[in-house]
């Protein structure tokens, strides 16, 4: 098994800024790809931002120039870095993972998600 227990969230106003963090543990051989995804209120989950284990990253194109994803591997911990906070940007955030497990399964995995807030 794997978990993902996800920090960081709460209440800030427009243009302050959050750091949310994700730590994976449990039964993990390696993570491929690790990302943060969001659902505001009445709408679907969508991409925020995601990385490689290598690295690479891709984000959606709102929070370009915004927010910023990093990892540490030897962690097992992502981190989204958010600026400039809009009222739109107001939503659960979730923590996903691509893991392989000790005993050779691929998992995907989600976190229990962390509230951010931002206010105008």
């Known amino acids: 098994q794997v978990q993902l227990v996800e920090s960081g969230g709460g209440l800030v106003q427009a243009g302050g800024s959050l750091r949310l963090s994700c730590a994976a543990s449990?039964?993990?051989?390696?993570?491929?790809?690790m990302g943060w995804y969001r659902q505001a209120p009445g709408k679907q989950r969508e991409l925020v931002a995601r990385?490689?284990?290598?690295?690479?990253?891709n984000y959606a194109e709102s929070q370009k120039g915004r927010f910023t994803i990093s990892r540490d591997n030897a962690k097992n911990t992502v981190y989204l870095q958010m600026n400039n906070l809009k009222p739109e940007d107001t939503a659960v955030y979730y923590c996903?993972?691509?893991?392989?497990?000790?005993?050779?399964?691929?998992?995907?995995?989600w976190g229990q998600g962390t509230l951010v807030t931002v206010s105008s």
């Open positions: 996903n993972a691509f893991a392989t497990t000790l005993q050779g399964k691929i998992l995907e995995v």
């Open positions: 449990g039964s993990i051989f390696s993570i491929n790809v």
């Open positions: 990385i490689t284990s290598g690295g690479s990253t």
